[in-house]
T-cell receptor, first 111, second 113 residues
Framework: QKEVEQDPGPLSVPEGAIVSLNCTYS??????FMWYRQYSRKGPELLMY????GNKEDGRFTAQVDKSSKYISLFIRDSQPSDSATYLC???????????FGKGTKLSVIP | DAGVTQSPTHLIKTRGQQVTLRCSPK?????VSWYQQALGQGPQFIFQ???????QRGNFPDRFSGHQFPNYSSELNVNALLLGDSALYLC????????????FGPGTRLTVT
């Protein structure tokens, strides 16, 4: 079993839809949770980060962490064609230097 | 504000050869991490350099080695290239070792034939 599981999709939604992206994990030592966006043939771009459990909102994006279920989510409201990209979840243990990534979910927002 | 830069953008090598990839961190950052991203996969941690020393290493063989210079830039060296080393190699910079805020460069796409 991989430490971080993420459905690779692809996920296709109409413009304006609410998008829900999810990851599950098995390592209870993860304390930091990040979401990255990666456009084709580019490096990942840090979107949001959350420490421990709870919600965090930034514009159209909301990140949620449920440590009891080992489950994290990213919601995108009013999705735009420019949101079309691969979304990667990443996690880190306190005291560790490495990020552990999911495989990424490829999202297409259709105009 | 200059972001993370990497060179070269692409390169093609033959099995058994050696390759050196370069990274300049974001302005103000002092820590560099290297990741390998195979097609359709998430990035895999190779190692992190801070204060010119390797601080943590992922599950990669000794064929992968690195270096950090006094100006915080870094190199990734891969010896005895295998076909399976074909991937996008990403450099990420951060401030301080162990930071969760890692900012990635555009990557170097390595093809081994």
């Amino acid at each position: 079993q991989k430490e971080v599981e993420q459905d690779p999709g692809p996920l296709s939604v109409p413009e304006g839809a609410i998008v829900s992206l999810n990851c599950t994990y098995s390592n209870s030592a993860f304390q930091y949770f990040m979401w990255y966006r990666q456009y084709s043939r580019k490096g990942p771009e840090l979107l949001m980060y959350t420490y421990s459990s709870g919600n965090k909102e930034d514009g159209r994006f909301t990140a949620q962490v449920d440590k009891s279920s080992k489950y994290i989510s990213l919601f995108i409201r009013d999705s735009q064609p420019s949101d079309s990209a691969t979304y990667l979840c990443a996690m880190k243990e306190a005291g560790s230097y490495q990020l552990t990534f999911g495989k990424g979910t490829k999202l297409s927002v259709i105009p | 504000d200059a972001g993370v830069t990497q060179s070269p953008t692409h390169l093609i090598k033959t099995r058994g050869q050696q390759v050196t990839l370069r990274c300049s961190p974001k302005s103000g950052h002092d820590t560099v991490s290297w990741y390998q991203q195979a097609l359709g996969q998430g990035p895999q941690f190779i190692f992190q350099y801070y204060e010119e020393e390797e601080r943590q290493r992922g599950n990669f063989p000794d064929r992968f080695s690195g270096h950090q210079f006094p100006n915080y830039s870094s190199e990734l060296n891969v010896n005895a290239l295998l076909l399976g080393d074909s991937a996008l190699y990403l450099c990420a910079s951060s401030l301080g070792r162990g930071s969760y805020e890692q900012y990635f460069g555009p990557g170097t796409r390595l093809t081994v034939t």
